[in-house]
């Protein structure tokens, strides 16, 4: 079983950045596609973007596409959300999600989630 922990969320004003981190515990990381989701209040959880086993493929919602890049570093068991040009409507807890196939958006699909980190983006 692999344990995720988000970091990085935070308030910041519309055409900030924010680097979201997602650490992993367990020797398999490398072994699982890896994603991130996000859910604002009243809505569903939607996904944003996801990462193959080895970083080399990326997957983007439209919304995010072009302004939030995903990664990894297996060595450090941690996938990364850049986020720039921040716009309001990004406003959300992010969680970080694992162990579904690279190229679902369905987070049904992903075995494992961490706890969640908001982020706020204030016009």
């Known amino acids: 079983q692999v344990q995720l922990v988000e970091s990085g969320g935070g308030l910041v004003q519309a055409g900030g950045s924010l680097r979201l981190s997602c650490a992993a515990s367990?020797?398999?990381?490398?072994?699982?596609?890896m994603g991130w989701f996000r859910q604002a209040p009243g809505k569903e959880r939607e996904f944003v973007a996801s990462?193959?086993?080895?970083?080399?493929?990326?997957y983007y919602a439209d919304s995010v596409k072009g302004r939030f890049t995903i990664s990894r570093d297996n060595a450090k068991n941690t996938v990364y959300l850049q986020m720039n040009s921040l716009k309001p409507e990004d406003t959300a807890v992010y969680y970080c999600?694992?162990?579904?196939?690279?190229?679902?958006?369905?987070?049904?699909?992903?075995?494992?989630w961490g706890q969640g980190t908001q982020v706020t983006v204030s016009s």
């Open positions: 990462v193959s086993t080895s970083g080399r493929s990326t």
């Open positions: 999600a694992g162990g579904g196939p690279y190229g679902s958006t369905r987070g049904a699909d992903f075995g494992f």
């Open positions: 367990g020797r398999t990381f490398s072994s699982y596609a």
